[in-house]
């Protein structure tokens, strides 16, 4: 999967407001990455999702 899919997918997730509160409450990559799991939608590797969080850091910087 292209990172412009990558990171439109998870910015998709991470802005799901059924999951918003779990999310902010969370303390790991790992945890979020869990709860991100529950989406149907949702569908990157641990890997994939790695790589989106570091090329929306990099965006942000």
Sequence with gaps: MEIA???HM???ALTEESLTERLDQAKSQ???YGILQELSYFTL???EFKQG???LQKEEA
């Design 53 to 55: 969080i570091e090329a």
């Design 45 to 47: 590797s641990m890997d």
């Design 30 to 32: 790992q945890e979020v």
């Design 10 to 12: 998870l910015l998709h």
């Design 5 to 7: 899919e990558i990171k």
